[in-house]
Nanobody, 122 residues
Framework: QVQLVESGGGLVQPGGSLRLSCVAS????????MAWVRQAPGKEREFVAT????????IYADSVKGRFTISRDNAKNTVYLQMNSLKTEDTAVYYC???????????????WGQGTQVTVSS
């Protein structure tokens, strides 16, 4: 079993930045590829980014490419999402997720966190 706890959400103005963190506990963190997924009000969950078990590979949704950066620190059991140049359309609940097989963009994950709210508004 893996428990995932996100933090770092909040209210930010358009053009601003936020860094989300997700701390994992339980089984070996480095055995899981990690991902960030978001869900805006009234919309389906949307893939944002994923990172390989070692951190050597990443994949981003086109909507965030060049603005968001996913990274991980296996020594701290933590995955991050650095979000720059935020737009109002980035407003959503952001979830981190873990997959024991590897990276995927189709949101088939073994474990999910509870989510953290990000609101981009002036």
């Amino acid at each position: 079993q893996v428990q995932l706890v996100e933090s770092g959400g909040g209210l930010v103005q358009p053009g601003g930045s936020l860094r989300l963190s997700c701390v994992a506990s339980g089984r070996t963190f480095s055995s899981y590829a990690m991902a960030w997924v978001r869900q805006a009000p009234g919309k389906e969950r949307e893939f944002v980014a994923t990172i390989s078990k070692s951190g050597g590979s990443t994949i981003y949704a086109d909507s965030v490419k060049g603005r968001f950066t996913i990274s991980r620190d296996n020594a701290k059991n933590t995955v991050y999402l650095q979000m720059n140049s935020l737009k109002t359309e980035d407003t959503a609940v952001y979830y981190c997720a873990a997959n024991s097989i590897g990276m995927n963009t189709i949101m088939r994950y073994d474990y999910w966190g509870q989510g953290t709210q990000v609101t981009v508004s002036s």
